[in-house]
């Protein structure tokens, strides 16, 4: 049979579905794979219209008299899958449009970030430079360095989650095809119930697809700022270890340093000794106390 015959009952069950009792979503679903040209703004905006209707439907589903509404035919375990799929649907469609807004934030501040790295042509401080300040910098270079590689690992985990998301997607669509194809043939208030219920499904794994993608993009952003520091703190590195030396304010700092590393030392060994006397202290008394008997 030619596809566009094949697809006719599966419209029909669409156009049956818009035009009937209220489904849970008038547009028809996208598949998760592709992402939204849109502007930023647009999709905001789409995904607040979305989320709206996300939790109206909850909100009728989940709501005393709901499983006295349902079809002959529909149990209350259908009813409870359904919840969950429109709590995770909102729950997806509010995390895209908060990642949508840090995401806002994000490149603002890596717009900042380059603007800093790209206009700094040296130290107002003319050379020679603090030894310790060379220390400085490196401690923060380090620091950059793991946070650069903790956003690395949340982007290939992210990655490896949507990459499973996107494996279930065509299983889902399937299901909502059958479900359409058998609406078409069977127009029953009950297999309507279902094929609403598979599209819910579907749009869900569109979501957490999309919000999924958000995710990895705020973190390429977040990345790309890390990454401009780090840039910025090696330059600086740089000319400040071929202008160094150790002053006499630097070999000061040091021996604040030290002795206030030994008072600790000095103060950690004291609570140890005192912990050590009174574990001693109680077990004597329980050695006394057994030898009584």
């Known amino acids: 049979m030619p596809r566009l015959l094949r697809s006719i009952p599966i419209l029909l069950a669409a156009l049956w579905l818009a035009a009937g009792v209220q489904t849970v979503f008038a547009e028809v679903s996208k598949p998760p794979v592709e992402a939204q ?6 999709i905001a905006e789409s995904l607040k219209r979305d989320l709206t209707e996300a939790r109206k439907a909850l909100a009728r589903f989940s709501d005393a008299g709901a499983a006295s509404r349902l079809p002959e035919g529909i149990d209350t375990a259908s009813l409870v899958d359904r919840v ?3 709590d995770q649907l909102a729950r997806a469609l509010s995390r895209h449009i908060s990642l949508l807004n840090s995401k806002h934030d994000a490149e ?3 717009a900042a970030a380059k603007a800093t790295e790209e206009a700094w042509t040296g130290f ?3 050379p020679p430079y603090s030894m310790l300040w060379a220390d400085d910098l490196a401690k923060r270079l380090a620091l950059l360095s793991e946070k650069k590689a903790s956003f690395q690992s949340s982007i290939a985990l992210f990655t490896r989650t949507l990459d499973s998301v996107e494996q279930e997607a065509p299983g889902i669509i399937a299901a909502e ?3 359409m194809e058998k609406l078409a043939a069977t127009p029953t208030e009950s297999v309507k119930w279902l094929a609403e219920a598979a599209t819910t499904k579907h749009r869900l794994v569109v979501a957490r697809a999309d919000a999924l ?3 990895i993009d705020l973190l390429h952003v977040q990345l790309a700022i890390v990454q401009s520091d780090q840039n910025l703190l090696e330059n600086e590195l740089r000319v400040v270890r071929r202008n ?3 002053s006499d304010e630097d070999l000061e700092k040091l021996q604040k340093s030290a002795g206030e590393r030994q008072a600790a030392i000095r103060k950690e060994i004291q609570e140890a000794s ?3 006397r009174d574990a001693q202290a109680a077990r004597s008394r329980a050695q006394a106390e057994l030898d009584k008997h």
């Open 244 to 246: 160094v030396h150790f």
């Open 37 to 42: 040209p849109d502007s930023s703004d647009a």
């Open 177 to 179: 095809d059958a479900a």
């Open 274 to 276: 005192i912990k050590l």
């Open 108 to 110: 603002r501040d890596l």
């Open 124 to 126: 107002k401080e003319e």
């Open 213 to 215: 993608r958000a995710n």
């Open 84 to 86: 969950q799929d429109l």
